[in-house]
């Protein structure tokens, strides 16, 4: 061998080397269960535990798959831990004869379970069904709550589209025709939608089909159609909820970053700008995409959201809330 190839086979061997550890530091994502009030919860989890820890609450009818590409961008700075709900995605689903299927029940699941997992303080990204959840838990805790990351987690009645708003109304009591109207929400169908619309069409390719698909085969297990409708049909509860969460908001004025998908036809972008109204310091970003923004806007998100913690978490200000930052689309 030349000297000239032996130079360049070690170089290339040096190159290798770094290369396989820039690949062993990055975070691993592991796939873990506990068993909490006799369920079993299904749970992602990456970074390292002495840090600042993160936990992310997924929305209907999804579970902590749609955080599957956050998760490693996160887990560098952050102790990221995404559960699923009971009756959601690799979560237990136990039957609706001896677990209440309500908001109410499954934030308690969650607030055992954080325990379960040593959660003590926490920054929280809701999304969806995952506001409530998440909200609750901030009612109940507020210490353990470092900070709130809302995409499309509504907390105002100004941030429910007219069609949403009008659903729950015929909500209210609880029938059998009502129930029966919310099974449309529950097909394949309407699932692709829920991730296709309010999409450009240039960004429609960044929408994995493997999202819906499993959301619409979690959803077709035998009983998950009912349980999803007694959720459904629970979902104004929540709204009942809202001023007590807004005097929360008010009073302890914790840091807030909205990253909203603009386009969303459930929770429309006036319930992101909404959080200024009681906490003066919250920062809104708002996205050119629909309900699931992590689709399509993962790294503009995961960019502000490392930022917004930077700040507000790993180095806390003197006054809570924040500053006004300008929206972004």
Same mark, same amino acid.
């Given at each position: 061998?030349?000297?000239?190839?032996?130079?360049?086979?070690?170089?290339?061997?040096?190159?290798?080397?770094?290369?396989?550890?820039?690949?062993?530091?990055?975070?691993?994502?592991?796939?873990?269960?506990?068993?909490?009030?006799?369920?079993?919860?299904?749970?992602?989890?990456?970074?390292?535990?002495?840090?600042?820890?993160?936990?992310?609450?997924?929305?209907?009818?999804?579970?902590?798959?749609?955080?599957?590409?956050?998760?490693?961008?996160?887990?560098?700075?952050?102790?990221?831990?995404?559960?699923?709900?009971?009756?959601?995605?690799?979560?237990?689903?136990?039957?609706?004869?001896? *677990?209440?299927?309500?908001?109410?029940? +499954?934030?308690?699941?969650?607030? %055992?379970?954080? =325990?379960?997992?040593? !959660?003590?303080? &926490?920054?929280?990204?809701?999304?969806?069904?995952?506001?409530?959840?998440?909200?609750?838990?901030?009612?109940?805790?507020?210490?353990?709550?470092?900070?709130?990351?809302?995409?499309?987690?509504?907390?105002?009645?100004?941030?429910?589209?007219?069609?949403?708003?009008?659903?729950?109304?015929?909500?209210?009591?609880?029938?059998?025709?009502?129930?029966?109207?919310?099974?449309?929400?529950?097909?394949?169908?309407?699932?692709?939608?829920?991730?296709?619309?309010?999409?450009?069409?240039?960004?429609?390719?960044?929408?994995?089909?493997?999202? *819906?698909?499993?959301?619409?085969?979690? +959803?077709?297990?035998?009983?998950? %159609?009912?349980? =999803?409708?007694?959720? !459904?049909?629970? &979902?104004?509860?929540?709204?009942?909820?809202?001023?007590?969460?807004?005097?929360?908001?008010?009073?302890?004025?914790?840091?807030?970053?909205?990253?909203?998908?603009?386009?969303?036809?459930?929770?429309?972008?006036?319930?992101?700008?909404?959080?200024?109204?009681?906490?003066?310091?919250?920062?809104?970003?708002?996205?050119?995409?629909?309900?699931?923004?992590?689709?399509?806007?993962?790294?503009?998100?995961?960019?502000?959201?490392?930022?917004?913690?930077?700040?507000?978490?790993?180095?806390?200000?003197?006054?809570?809330?924040?500053?006004?930052?300008?929206?972004?689309?």
């Amino acid at each position: 061998m030349s000297r000239a190839l032996f130079v360049a086979a070690l170089a290339t061997i040096a190159l290798l080397g770094n290369f396989a550890r820039s690949l062993a530091a990055e975070p691993v994502t592991h796939y873990r269960t506990v068993t909490v009030d006799d369920v079993k919860i299904f749970y992602r989890e990456a970074g390292d535990s002495n840090k600042p820890a993160l936990l992310l609450l997924h929305g209907f009818p999804t579970s902590s798959h749609m955080f599957r590409n956050l998760i490693p961008l996160l887990a560098s700075r952050y102790h990221v831990i995404a559960p699923d709900y009971p009756g959601f995605g690799f979560s237990d689903a136990p039957d609706r004869a001896r *677990f209440e299927y309500t908001f109410e029940h +499954l934030t308690q699941v969650m607030d %055992d379970f954080t =325990q379960a997992v040593g !959660l003590k303080r &926490y920054a929280m990204y809701i999304f969806d069904y995952g506001a409530p959840i998440g909200l609750r838990l901030a009612l109940v805790h507020p210490e353990r709550v470092s900070a709130i990351i809302s995409q499309n987690g509504n907390a105002y009645e100004e941030g429910l589209s007219a069609g949403f708003a009008g659903r729950l109304k015929a909500s209210r009591e609880p029938t059998e025709q009502a129930r029966m109207a919310w099974r449309a929400a529950l097909t394949p169908e309407a699932g692709q939608r829920r991730y296709l619309t309010g999409v450009s069409e240039a960004h429609r390719v960044l929408v994995a089909p493997e999202a *819906f698909a499993l959301d619409s085969a979690l +959803l077709a297990r035998p009983g998950n %159609d009912e349980i =999803q409708l007694d959720l !459904l049909m629970d &979902y104004g509860s929540n709204v009942a909820l809202y001023p007590q969460v807004q005097e929360y908001l008010r009073r302890t004025h914790p840091p807030v970053l909205l990253v909203w998908g603009k386009n969303d036809q459930t929770f429309v972008p006036a319930g992101a700008a909404a959080f200024k109204r009681d906490v003066p310091g919250a920062e809104v970003h708002l996205y050119d995409t629909g309900h699931f923004a992590l689709e399509t806007h993962l790294h503009e998100i995961a960019d502000a959201i490392r930022d917004f913690l930077r700040r507000k978490v790993d180095r806390p200000p003197a006054t809570s809330g924040g500053s006004s930052h300008p929206g972004r689309t």
